[in-house]
């Protein structure tokens, strides 16, 4: 799928959820802490928001950051075979709790001669998704 029509999609789906929400996009773009017209050009498929952006936005909106990254491309819709974003997305962990999980996991795939990289945060692994 071409990166307009997503970043279309993207918009189409923010669009909806603001007006589910009875939201204004000014209000919305206060809770979120960005500018009127970016959220606009955002909305219409003109701009393509960073993970930050869209977690502002989902936190705005109160629904889950991961539901804007999986709209985005950032994050695949199909993630039966990723622990990580299993982990991520499980409500009954915590922050710290997760980032155990993570490592843990990470120490198991990488080899015994190749040091483990410990994730500083969860915020740091889902920076870090992209460029797999």
Do not use: C, W
């Not at 029509?5 to 802490?33: H, N, P, T, V, Y």
């Not at 539901?67 to 409500?91: C, F, M, N, S, W």
């Amino acid at each position: 799928m071409g990166s307009r029509m997503k970043l279309d999609e993207l918009g189409s789906f923010i669009r909806e959820q603001r007006r589910g929400a009875r939201l204004s996009l000014r209000k919305l773009s206060d809770l979120a802490g960005i500018s009127n017209p970016y959220l606009s050009q955002i909305e219409r498929g003109l701009r393509k928001p960073s993970a930050e952006i869209l977690q502002a936005i989902a936190k705005a909106l109160r629904i889950s950051a991961e539901t804007l990254y999986v709209q985005a491309g950032i994050l695949d819709e199909d993630r039966d075979h990723d622990l990580v974003a299993e982990i991520l997305k499980d409500g009954y962990l915590n922050e710290r709790q997760k980032k155990a999980l993570i490592d843990h996991y990470r120490s198991y795939l990488d080899s015994a001669d190749a040091p483990v990289a410990a994730a500083a945060t969860v915020q740091d692994v889902l920076d870090e998704e992209p460029n797999k």
